[in-house]
């Protein structure tokens, strides 16, 4: 490479010499005429002239340049012109870091020494293309830009711009950093590029021609630059548009001429060739852009051809500019890198996670000689833009050899991303990174990891997730649900536990480490998409002991109703270990009994419940159904709370059960395909008036609250609705009638439960008086039982006898309850009759006797005041209907523990019947229900056969049934209980 110093002249110059040694002054278009005049023929590339003898050397030698074409180095001059007119030009759009000030030497002369220097000095306008109305000099205005606040160039009045002779352009990719020349530019623009530098250049030279009247500089300087837009080569110019910010460079050009360099091309908005393709059923994310200099090597494009956004491709593209992206929430900007976790974590045994989907390779993977089981290592933005179906399919897991005996794992990832055709279809990326298998990576057991429920419906928001890490702390991984709309995390002992609510099934649960650090993916598979259009009447039996379920499914089939195992288990933790912790803490996966759940017991378990206040409590977080284990169920732990129906000193136990059975059954029969479910509700007729209102709200509110949250649409009954809110023994009498088709015609039927005993008459299919009494399982057999625990040992199968004698009223009926429900059944086939001569069993079934008993004679005298008052018209006794949970009492009193129609204890029932009516004994028979428990709810959702009385308004006050003093009013046994006394307090009454 040659600099010229000092060439010789030509012979036919037009410079004069002047004396050796001295400094003479000379025209100021001596310099052209030097330039003219210089001999030069040496060989290889000129870069620059520095020999001219002035402070203005450098624009003066681009002036030469551009306005004497004898110029000896035009060309590469040239070339440095048009490079930085095309840094201006494409400033925004490519996100130059070029800034300008502004230099008014006419102001600094006096106060600046160089500054004077300069102004003294001044270049002669000649060759200006603009001049100044005032007379001022055009050069003494200035504008000094900068490159990343380093000066680069300047403006000049005869050719709009000079780069400096060293100016550093770090980053400018038509720049050369070894030359420290700019290089010609058709190799560093795209089409849009090159049309929109020759939109901003046909724009510069309609600028310049209104501002000098001297054509020949004008035409010169636009001459350059139509050559410069023909060179461009484009066919066509698009109508792009000039930044409209008037300070671009940070200080408005505004000096003649110059004032056409003020405005860059502005940014056009266009679709990101980078921009990520979501699944087809996640539209309405931000886009996810991937910023990748490898995209362009890939798909086998220069850098600016590869658009980032808001019109920058990746060769304008700063790092700087994601921050600034990232902040603005429209678009989310990772880095490849960043689509990778550090370490690939995994669970050294195979099939573990049963609930997860797992990709191509995973099962291939062994370390020292086991299958394992891998966490995927990906960032979980992902799972906001596709599917785990779709995400788990663009992964690819490949045993590697990393030498020295050692194996890891290459992970690919194919990202599919909008590309440059267009639109057309997706362009793939594949990013890969490889992991070792390391020891300190295991993750040697698992946790207890649930979902419920496992569907997905319209309108359906009521997701819950659980962990319990079963006391293993390090040895096992914690989660993170995200996009969890309420967690609630707590511990008892060494277990974490951790329930969440979610509004959508999740796509991913996150694992983390002790220090809350993401260490990999669980991704879950997508559950089936249910479409919602049948209807469900269902009936609920909430009784004190048990309550039961049955549903008229489409006006179709009358059943119990049925459980379904919704759960999605994530995780093969051991049975022993899983399912205590769902009884326990969660949702059961089963109930007990398998083969016949409902009717289940009535208690709530408030374990591990949140610190809300009474009036924010929620199912699942506060209180949830509770499935008794026999050998497991401590009622007398304060977190299990029984008695709910009759519960006046907390409701909030009460609500919270009938809550979480609502939402259970809403997503049994979301399961079905139910959309609308029609709720069919019984009561005691020992409820007042205003338990019944209680009642009735109660299940509105909640169904109400079930129906914002589930998509299904629930109707409940208001207090005056005779078809769907009825008392238990008239659900019960429905069920007589129609189920078990007994005539109605002179019948009295009996729901006997664990409270109360719920009775009503009927003669022709037309109800003459209900009532209820508190004469039920807890009297007739529970109550001994607990006076007498002892004789619990003659049940062989209960051994703790201390334990129970510690258990008192509610506590120690709800545990009796549960032995009946699951062992009674047996114990009376097979043990009954060994114990016939007992003492200790005699005297029970005495009592037992007496108590039912007494229930059969207040049935006589109900029928006797019914004939009094003309309301009954048979002079007889009538046959006996017995239904409920506590009807299996009278098993206890038949020989051989089954009770029927020749059952001696039969007689009885009837005789005393026929004592208290005074009705002769006709024998008449007790008829056991074939389905002990299930008549009132399955009567609930029954109707076919048309009963009448069901919605009767009057009154039917209740029955003494003894001669009492009640207050300051006193009642024979036959009287109606018409009380005129506002309240009652239980000393009031005398008998």
Not at 129 to 142: A, R, V
Not at 311 to 320: D, I, N, Q, V
Not at 728 to 757: K, W
Request: aromatic letters at 10%.
């Amino acid at each position: 490479m040659t600099s010229l110093l000092l060439p010789k002249l030509k012979d036919d110059c037009d410079v004069k010499s002047g004396n050796s040694g001295s400094w003479d002054s000379q025209a100021p278009t001596t310099f052209n005429q030097v330039a003219s005049s210089l001999d030069y023929k040496a060989p290889g590339e000129v870069k620059n002239i520095s020999s001219v003898p002035t402070v203005w050397a450098r624009p003066l030698s681009m002036e030469m340049a551009l306005h004497n074409d004898a110029y000896p180095i035009r060309e590469q001059m040239i070339i440095q012109w048009q490079g930085m007119l095309a840094v201006l030009a494409l400033a925004e759009v490519r996100g130059f870091p070029i800034k300008a000030q502004l230099l008014e030497l006419g102001t600094k002369k006096d106060h600046h020494i160089f500054a004077r220097s300069l102004y003294e000095l001044l270049p002669d306008d000649v060759n200006s293309i603009y001049k100044f109305q005032n007379g001022k000099n055009p050069w003494e205005d200035l504008y000094i830009f900068t490159w990343n606040n380093q000066p680069v160039g300047m403006t000049s009045p005869s050719t709009l711009v000079v780069p400096s002779e060293q100016g550093v352009w770090d980053g400018l990719p038509w720049w050369n950093a070894n030359t420290m020349q700019f290089q010609p530019l058709h190799n560093y623009l795209n089409d849009i590029e090159k049309a929109q530098l020759a939109f901003w250049l046909d724009n510069l030279r309609r600028e310049i021609r209104g501002h000098s009247d001297d054509t020949r500089s004008v035409g010169i300087i636009i001459g350059f630059i139509n050559d410069f837009i023909n060179n461009l080569k484009v066919t066509s110019t698009a109508n792009f548009q000039l930044t409209d910010n008037s300070a671009f460079f940070e200080v408005p050009l505004n000096r003649g001429a110059l004032a056409a360099l003020n405005f860059p091309i502005k940014v056009e908005s266009r679709e990101s060739n980078i921009r990520v393709v979501p699944s087809v059923v996640k539209p309405n994310v931000p886009p996810l852009l991937i910023i990748d200099p490898e995209v362009a090597t890939t798909w086998n494009e220069p850098l600016q051809n590869i658009w980032v956004y808001e019109g920058k491709t990746l060769a304008a593209f700063r790092r700087e500019d994601v921050e600034t992206w990232n902040k603005s929430k429209k678009v989310i900007c990772l880095e490849s890198k960043d689509l990778f976790l550090p370490d690939l974590k995994f669970i050294d045994q195979e099939g573990i996670l049963p609930g997860a989907l797992l990709p191509e390779g995973a099962k291939s993977l062994v370390f020292k000689g086991r299958n394992i089981t891998p966490f995927i290592p990906l960032n979980p933005i992902l799972l906001n833009y596709f599917t785990p179906e779709d995400l788990i399919k663009k992964i690819k897991l490949q045993v590697v050899n990393n030498g020295a005996g050692s194996s890891g794992v290459r992970v690919t990832l194919t990202l599919p991303l909008y590309g440059v055709k267009g639109g057309k279809a997706p362009q793939n990326f594949y990013v890969v990174k490889e992991y070792a298998l390391l020891e300190e990576n295991i993750i040697s057991e698992v946790p207890v990891l649930e979902i419920w429920p496992n569907f997905r419906a319209e309108g359906w928001k009521e997701y819950y997730g659980f962990y319990y890490d079963a006391e293993l702390g390090e040895e096992t991984f914690q989660v993170n649900f995200p996009y969890a709309k309420n967690t609630h995390i707590f511990k008892e002992k060494k277990g974490s536990f951790q329930v969440v609510s979610l509004e959508e099934f999740p796509s991913l649960i996150e694992c983390k480490d002790i220090y809350k650090n993401t260490i990999g993916l669980i991704l879950l598979n997508t559950p089936e998409q249910i479409d919602l259009n049948g209807e469900w009447v269902v009936g609920v039996d909430f009784g004190t002991s048990f309550t039961n379920i049955y549903v008229n499914k489409n006006d179709r089939v009358v059943e119990r109703l049925t459980l379904e195992n919704l759960h999605c288990q994530v995780t093969d933790a051991p049975i022993d270990t899983r399912f205590p912790a769902l009884f326990e803490s969660f949702i059961p996966e089963s109930f007990i009994p398998i083969d016949k759940p409902f009717p289940m017991s009535t208690v709530l378990t408030t374990r591990g419940k949140t610190n809300t206040t009474d009036d924010q409590l929620s199912p699942i977080f506060d209180g949830r159904l509770y499935i008794p284990n026999l050998e497991r169920f401590a009622p007398q732990e304060t977190w299990i709370k029984t008695n709910l129906k009759w519960t006046t000193t907390n409701l909030t136990d009460n609500q919270l059960f009938l809550k979480h059975l609502a939402l259970h059954i809403t997503a049994l029969a979301a399961k079905d395909g139910v959309k609308t479910i029609q709720w069919s509700l019984s009561f005691p007729s020992a409820f007042s008036s205003t338990e019944q209102q209680r009642y009735a709200l109660n299940w509105q509110k909640i169904t109400k609250e079930l129906a914002k949250n589930t998509g299904i649409i629930h109707n409940s009954p208001d207090k005056d609705d005779p078809t769907y809110f009825r008392t238990e023994s008239l659900a019960v009498a429905q069920y007589f009638a129609e189920r078990e088709e007994h005539d109605l015609v002179s019948s009295t039927c009996i729901d006997m439960g664990g409270g109360t005993s719920d009775i009503s008459i009927w003669q022709n299919d037309k109800l003459l008086h209900q009532c209820s009494v508190l004469l039920a399982g807890s009297q007739l057999f529970s109550q001994f039982i607990e006076m007498n625990p002892n004789f619990l040992k003659k049940l062989d199968t209960i051994t703790d006898v201390q334990l129970w004698s510690k258990l008192k009223g509610p506590a120690f009926n709800a545990k009796l309850d549960v032995w009946m429900r699951l062992k009674a059944g047996n114990w009376l086939e097979t043990k009954r009759d060994k114990f016939a001569e007992d003492k200790d069993f005699q005297g029970l079934i005495r009592l037992m006797a007496i108590g039912v008993c007494g229930l059969y004679f207040y049935v006589g005298q109900i029928l006797s005041v019914l004939y009094q008052e003309g309301k009954y018209s048979q002079n007889q006794i009538t046959p006996v209907y017995v239904g409920g949970n506590a009807s299996r009492l009278l098993h206890w009193l038949a020989e051989g523990g089954e009770f029927g129609r020749n059952s001696e204890i039969n007689t009885l029932f009837s005789s005393m019947m026929s004592i208290a009516s005074g009705f002769p004994d006709t024998e008449e028979l007790t008829r056991l229900s074939q389905n002990p428990k299930d008549e009132a709810a399955c009567g609930l959702v029954l109707k076919d056969r048309k009963l009448e009385g069901l919605g009767k308004k009057e009154k039917d006050p209740i029955i003494a049934g003894e001669d009492c003093i009640i207050g300051q009013e006193q009642f024979s046994w036959q009287e109606r209980l018409q009380l005129q006394a506002k309240s009652i307090n239980r000393g009031d009454y005398q008998m």
